[in-house]
């Protein structure tokens, strides 16, 4: 039997120390294979060509040209899945949500300070091997003044490249308004609830069908995997995008109508009844399938509090997370969905609660708001 070629990852990094460190982490995995490493974007322009990696790890903030000029540049010349590693910095954060974007399948914070190498180590190893299997996005070309590069033919400042994310997102503001789909209904029983898992391409997956969703909705919940620090950027870029209020959730905090609350990085959420209204529990506690949070803690508590008031849909991600949470919503009367296969980034999630017989229906990813829409508007 021939031997399972090796998954070649190229790690372009600023820093000797991250290139080795990121380097004997991935090594140490028998189906991964570190075939070169580059300090910048113009060391790693010949590696590609030579190497021809199937993943790239790339740092976004390096001298002579940053990673998210170079990410913008190789989707448009030679798209490819790429890892995108950042600080835990707010400008970090919001660099993170940008290069997913753009197109890179997952992010990651870089190892050093609070966030070990320990805690990198096996995320990591899980990322390069989902950006493998990944289908990638058809690129959408940056708009007009959106280019990383000036009319001149030099590479944008910072300052620049401000005001151009400034102009994208008023553009996609005033672009939201025109795809929000129209209410059915404007009144819900005070039980329903919206809940939403997934994990790789599940950014840019729940922006879609959440920029479709009116603000006339019941309170939705959702569990992204994603790192600590950037789960509060995606929120925040979400809320800029959507029709809808879109918030990192706190401990405690209420689901009501019109509200989506998006489970913070490290901590599981649990959905809870209280008397007259449901609230959210934040805990830390074990991982879940190497997942915390984990979208089968929401969608296992929900099923125990929501059952048949609940409308749930599993997104793109590898792994096995939600699928058992999704069979269980399903048995307690939720009506249920999965994305298909041909729209997912990664078809691992969705496939497993296929093959549980979890999802009520399978859909491609632009028919699922709709589908939320006309089920919530439809109950009760």
């Known amino acids: 039997m021939a031997e399972k070629r090796k998954i070649k990852v190229l790690v372009i990094d600023d820093s000797i120390v991250v290139r080795r460190m990121l380097s004997r982490i991935l090594n140490d995995d028998p189906e991964i294979e570190v075939v070169d490493t580059a300090e910048n974007p113009y060391d790693a322009e010949g590696k590609i060509l030579k190497q021809n990696p199937d993943v790239l790890t790339l740092d976004i903030e390096m001298p002579k040209m940053d990673g998210l000029t170079f990410l913008k540049i ?17 400008q970090g954060s919001s660099q993170a949500m940008e290069a997913l974007q753009l197109g890179a399948i997952d992010v990651l914070a870089k190892p050093y300070g609070p966030y070990s190498v ?16 990944s289908r990638m996005r058809p690129r959408i070309r940056p708009a007009s003044g959106s280019t990383p590069v000036a009319s001149n033919g030099k590479e944008r400042t910072p300052e620049e490249r401000s005001r151009a994310m400034q102009a994208a997102h008023i553009r996609a503001a005033s672009q939201k308004k025109v795809e929000t789909l129209e ?96 609230k959210v529990v934040l805990k830390q506690g074990p991982m879940v ?3 915390r949070p984990a979208v089968d803690i929401l969608f296992k508590t929900a099923a125990e509090c929501a059952g048949k008031y609940a409308t749930a849909a599993l997104l793109t991600g590898m792994g096995k997370d939600g699928a058992e949470g999704l069979l269980k919503l399903k048995e307690q009367g939720a009506t249920t969905y999965a994305q298909d296969e041909a729209t997912c980034v990664v078809f691992g999630m969705p496939k497993t609660a296929m093959e549980l017989g979890a999802a009520k229906e399978m859909l491609p990813l632009p028919k ?13």
């Open 368 to 380: 699922i708001a709709p589908a939320l829409l006309n089920d919530v508007a439809r109950k009760f």
């Open 74 to 90: 190789l989707m448009e010349k030679r798209p490819m899945p790429v890892v995108v590693m950042s600080s835990l910095s707010q």
């Open 183 to 278: 209410p059915i209904s404007t009144r819900f029983h005070s039980r329903q609830v919206v809940l939403l898992g997934a994990s790789t391409g599940g950014t840019e997956a729940l922006k879609e069908v959440l920029i479709k969703l009116p603000p006339q909705m019941p309170g939705i919940c959702i569990v992204q995997h994603i790192p600590p620090y950037f789960s509060k950027a995606f929120a925040d870029r979400l809320d800029t995008l959507c029709a809808l209020h879109v918030k990192e959730a706190e401990d405690g905090d209420i689901v009501e109508p019109g509200k989506v609350l998006i489970a913070p990085g490290d901590y599981h959420m649990l959905l809870k009844w209280d008397t007259t209204r449901y």
């Open 118 to 133: 320990g805690n990198v180590g096996p995320q990591l190893i899980e990322k390069v091997k989902a950006a493998a299997i």
């Open 289 to 291: 399938w190497h997942q």
